[in-house]
């Protein structure tokens, strides 16, 4: 009787444990994945100049625009959607430049771009453009010329 009753005292707490950490497990992944990754499409705008297009639907981010105004492709630039769900050592090379950074632990995270000397960064909370608060703005977009940055309406 001895030896079922040391079984039993082993098994059960054991089994509670386990059930405990597959249930919170599961909660926290789940919350750190709900929110999905930013996407963003590399392309260029009807000028030939490069454009980033940047959505996040999660937090009523949709093509929020930032062009590259002194920057000229000689042809349109086919186009390059990226997700940046996984982590991956830094720095990367993306499309117009490299990524300087990525935490992914709960998404969509923070994302640091280098594209043609300019420092792109996307938080949930705001957009920063060479380290100047931006603000988020769904269907607008930001021309970048030198040191100076424009907001435009939608549609341009």
């Known amino acids: 009787m001895k030896s079922d009753s040391l079984l039993r005292h082993i098994v059960v707490p054991f089994a ?9 497990y599961a909660v926290i992944e789940h919350r750190r994945t709900v929110k999905g990754p930013w996407r963003v499409t590399f392309t260029s705008n009807a000028s030939h100049q490069p454009a980033l297009l940047i959505d996040q639907p999660a ?3 949709t093509n929020a625009g930032v062009v590259f105004k002194d920057q000229i492709f000689a042809t ?11 982590p991956r050592p830094v720095p990367f090379d993306v499309p117009f430049g490299k990524c ?5 632990t709960f998404l969509p995270g923070t994302l640091v771009l280098d594209a043609f000397g300019h ?9 920063l ?12 977009t930001l021309l970048i010329s030198g040191t100076n940055v424009v907001r435009n309406g939608v549609g341009n």
Do not use: C
């Not at 509670?16 to 919170?24: G, K, Q, W």
């Not at 349109?76 to 996984?86: C, D, H, I, R, S």
């Not at 453009?129 to 607008?140: F, N, V």
């Open 16 to 24: 509670i444990a386990l059930l405990v950490y597959v249930v919170f």
């Open 59 to 61: 937090l009523g981010i």
């Open 76 to 86: 349109n630039f086919a186009g390059k959607v990226l997700t940046f769900e996984q």
């Open 100 to 104: 300087l950074f990525m935490d992914t």
């Open 119 to 127: 420092e792109v960064q996307m938080l949930p909370r705001t957009l």
């Open 129 to 140: 453009i060479d380290r100047k608060e931006q603000g988020w703005h769904s269907g607008t």
